[in-house]
């Protein structure tokens, strides 16, 4: 028997270490699907904060093999390209079939299911543990969900409206339940600030705080962490008692709007757009809130976000709409130069309509969404009468 070479043995072992080592800095998803029908995967997720999208060809034996390297561990989507899983609504609108969500790592990953519930599969990988007891009730969440949809489209009655209208505030609580209780038990996983980030709407901004910092370190470093505090700051920046941010855009004239130009008035900030029913629809009682208060010291600001296609565009939905409404107050678009001066973001709008008044000190005195009316209009009475 010939001894071993202990340089042999080294380099062997040198060999193994940088081939483990090379696997381990780059991702392999493996997707193993029954009933694949040679339909294509698409693989999205973010790298860098740049959206990447592959695809793959399911083979006959129902697998797809995804490779590459991410920078930190993201929530990718998978998706199956499959027509026939599609819910088309009679005016042509299309939602698309179930999504596998799962976290994305420099790891080897396997993923087993079935393409008609894509959503079901299971997901190997340490980054995943903590999502696997959740799938199922997700997956029947959503197929509940989608069936009510569907019959919503296809009936189009009052009956199949207010089933989809249930069903869809039954899965929405379950997933906070759930999603929250995993934040909880699993602290320092980068799912909890998914899981966290997909809730920042449905939680009240000392809730949204006072889970961020139950967060581990890890996770509120991660690129959903980063966007949970952001949306705090937001939050705080323009809460009920803060200092009104800058409003620096130019009106319908050109002359350019500032805040400091109205000291000693109430200022309501209007948010709306053109596209938005519910915000056409409270401006006439809008219009006689302006007449009964603007000699006594109140300016209205219109700020309108529109959703056309090119900056031409919105400005003239923007105008029309004015003119149609016969709106007599100060107008600015936010979509001028909305990358340097994003008032929408600024003020952590994220419904319409939605307005903010301001006292005359600069400080915000109140926030109203959807049908606040009630609200606004006694606290105008409040401050003049």
């Known amino acids: ?57 399911v083979s006959t034996d129902g697998t797809v093999n995804f490779t590459g390297k991410i920078s930190t561990p993201v929530v ?17 609108g299309v939602v698309p079939g179930p999504v596998l969500e799962f976290v ?30 959740l799938r199922a009730e997700e997956a029947s969440l959503t197929k509940n969900w989608r069936a009510a949809l569907r019959l919503s489209y296809e009936q189009d009655s009052q009956e199949a409206n207010r089933k989809f209208d249930s069903v869809s505030a039954e899965k929405d609580q379950r997933l906070k339940v759930i999603h929250l209780q995993s934040v909880q038990e699993h602290p320092d996983a980068i799912l909890s600030s998914f899981f ?39 939050i705080k920046a323009s809460a009920i008692g803060a200092i009104a941010l800058p409003v620096h855009k130019a009106d319908m004239k ?24 519910p915000c056409r629809e409270s401006h006439p009682h809008l219009i006689g809130i302006y007449n009964q208060y603007k000699s006594r010291g109140l300016i209205i600001i ?12 919105n400005e003239q939905s923007w105008k029309d709409a004015v003119k149609a409404d016969n709106l007599p107050w100060l107008q600015v ?40 009316a009630a609200a606004l209009e006694k606290k105008l009475t409040s401050i003049f009468d």
């Not at 805040?259 to 948010?271: A, P, R, S, V, W």
Request: aromatic share 8%.
């Open 302 to 313: 219109g700020i309108a976000q529109e959703v056309g296609k090119t900056l031409g565009d």
């Open 333 to 372: 678009l936010n979509n001028r130069e909305q990358q340097q001066n994003d008032i929408i973001k600024a003020y952590d709008i994220n419904s319409f309509p939605a307005k903010i008044l301001i006292g005359k000190d600069g400080k915000i005195i109140g926030r109203y969404t959807g049908d606040d």
């Open 196 to 234: 966290l980030y997909s809730l920042r709407s449905q939680l009240s901004p000392d809730s949204l705080e006072y889970y961020f910092l139950k967060l581990g370190q890890q996770a509120r470093r991660s690129i959903y962490g980063e966007f949970i505090a952001q949306k705090i700051q937001d």
């Open 104 to 133: 994305l790592n420099n790891e080897n990953i396997n993923i087993k299911g079935s393409a008609d519930h894509i959503d079901a599969s299971t997901v190997s990988g340490i980054s995943n543990r903590p999502w696997s007891p």
């Open 254 to 277: 050109g002359n350019i709007i500032d805040l400091e130009n109205f000291k000693d008035h109430y200022i309501l900030l209007d948010f709306w757009g053109s596209w938005c029913v």
């Open 1 to 57: 028997m010939s001894k071993p070479n202990p340089k042999k043995t080294m380099l062997l072992a040198l060999c193994l270490f940088l081939t483990a080592f090379s696997q381990a800095q780059n991702f392999h998803v493996r997707v193993d699907l029954q009933n694949p029908k040679h339909h294509k995967l698409n693989l999205l997720y973010l790298n860098d904060k740049q959206l990447v999208i592959d695809s793959g060809k």
């Open 76 to 92: 990718a989507s998978l998706i199956i390209d499959n027509p026939d899983l599609d819910i088309t609504s009679k005016t042509g």
